[in-house]
């Protein structure tokens, strides 16, 4: 258990960044979807470059998780279909909650708790899909 401290500590510490960059706010979030203005798109384009950036580093020093293994880098999908499908799914969540579903322990912790309608119907709609992912194309 005490190993798993220092993602706890990350955890809090990613919290305390995303309450205090607004990019928690459902106004942030609504201003996005309506292209009213760039704070979000400035948020996720950073993730974006940072994560890649990251996958380079990875790539090209060969680092290795915290079990020591080395990470494998899966190829390229050819099909695309179903990320634009996932996409619209994820987006249209987004868009009805005002909220995405990484930061929702955040939002609860801080005290809007109607978002756990919101954290159940995530979870539910994880467990179903553990439930039928044996039927759907991958």
Same mark, same amino acid.
């Given at each position: 258990?005490?190993?798993?401290?220092?993602? !706890?500590?990350? #955890?809090?510490?990613?919290?305390?960044?995303?309450?205090?960059?607004?990019?928690?706010? %459902?106004? @942030?979030?609504?201003?996005?979807?309506?292209?009213?203005?760039?704070?979000?798109?400035?948020?996720? #384009?950073?993730?974006? /470059?940072?994560?890649?950036?990251?996958? %380079?580093? !990875?790539?090209?020093?060969? =680092?290795?998780?915290?079990? @020591?293994?080395?990470? =494998?880098?899966?190829?390229?999908?050819?099909?695309?279909? @179903?990320?634009?499908?996932?996409?619209?799914? !994820?987006?249209?969540?987004?868009?009805?909650? #005002?909220?995405?579903?990484?930061?929702?322990?955040? /939002?609860?912790?801080?005290? !809007?708790?109607?978002?756990?309608?919101?954290?159940?119907?995530?979870?539910?709609?994880?467990?179903?899909? #553990? /439930?039928?992912?044996?039927? /759907?194309?991958?």
């Amino acid at each position: 258990m005490v190993k798993y401290i220092k993602f !706890f500590i990350i #955890g809090i510490f990613f919290g305390i960044v995303a309450a205090k960059s607004e990019f928690l706010s %459902w106004y @942030r979030i609504y201003e996005m979807f309506r292209f009213k203005s760039f704070h979000m798109y400035g948020v996720i #384009g950073t993730a974006v /470059l940072l994560g890649i950036v990251m996958v %380079w580093v !990875f790539k090209r020093y060969n =680092i290795r998780d915290t079990q @020591r293994q080395t990470i =494998i880098h899966m190829p390229k999908q050819t099909t695309y279909y @179903r990320y634009v499908f996932g996409g619209i799914i !994820f987006g249209l969540g987004w868009a009805m909650t #005002g909220a995405c579903p990484g930061p929702l322990y955040i /939002l609860i912790g801080s005290g !809007f708790y109607t978002l756990i309608i919101t954290l159940i119907s995530a979870l539910v709609g994880t467990f179903v899909y #553990g /439930l039928i992912k044996h039927k /759907l194309p991958h």
